[in-house]
């Protein structure tokens, strides 16, 4: 196995502290949160990425992969939920989740490290929109901080796959890689932002237009 992915028992054990966690946080909140726009994701607000979310689980198990990953796909997470009140969505997730649980122990490296890597991204998202950090040093984060690291050793372009031992750790280099990070926000962390742009443009994630500090 890699050196930098973690087992995939820790991913599984990841989504299920990371699924108490988020749904937690939610209940905690006025209904009204659902209509907050995210900054990360300037095309949705909180209903939207907690419909992502909960959509990728429910396709995964109902098979609806035709586009997995791409912006067709995601959105028809958002379409089909739109109509949900947050208190319904947490009722799916709910079910889902009990399904997706059985699942987990089933899912090989690197595929559930990198599921975790968009919902712990996604956690964060929600938290900057609604005001509420938090969980900076999960297990979520580790696993996720672990997939890059991995992936990025696969680039072929040796100044790019050099940047798996940058010693920039946990949040702040899962955030820089997931497009959360401007260039100047790169710059302050010491992080090359022209090759992280490179490593960014493979991936499905875009580089923000402003700098967001979290």
């Given at each position: 196995m890699s050196e930098y992915l973690l087992p995939a028992s820790e991913g599984a054990l990841a989504y299920a502290e990371l699924y108490?966690?988020?749904?937690?946080?939610i209940i905690s909140t006025p209904e009204s949160i659902a209509s907050v726009g995210v900054p990360h994701c300037p095309k949705w607000t909180v209903k939207c990425v907690l419909s992502h979310m909960i959509g990728v689980p429910e396709d995964v198990?109902?098979?609806?992969?035709?586009?997995?990953?791409?912006?067709?796909?995601t959105q028809r997470q958002v379409?089909?939920?739109s109509e949900h009140s947050t208190a319904e969505l947490l009722a799916i997730w709910g079910n889902t989740f009990e399904k997706f649980e059985a699942l987990l122990p089933k899912i090989p490296q690197p595929t559930i490290s990198q599921f975790v890597f968009d919902q712990v991204t996604h956690e964060h998202d929600?938290?900057?929109a609604i005001s509420h950090p938090g969980?900076?040093?999960s297990r979520a984060i580790s696993v996720a901080e672990g997939f890059i690291?991995?992936?990025i050793t696969r680039n072929p372009d040796p100044a790019v796959h050099a940047l798996a031992e940058s010693t920039v750790t946990g949040f702040d280099y899962v955030r820089s890689f997931s497009g959360r990070r401007s260039n100047e926000q790169l710059a302050e962390l010491g992080l090359p932002a022209d090759l992280v742009v490179a490593f960014i443009s493979t991936s499905p994630f875009e580089m923000p237009a402003r700098s967001i500090v979290e």
């Open positions: 108490e966690r988020v749904s937690s946080l198990l109902t098979g609806q992969m035709e586009g997995v990953t791409t912006e067709v796909w379409d089909r939920h929600i938290r900057h969980a900076r040093e690291r991995d992936f």
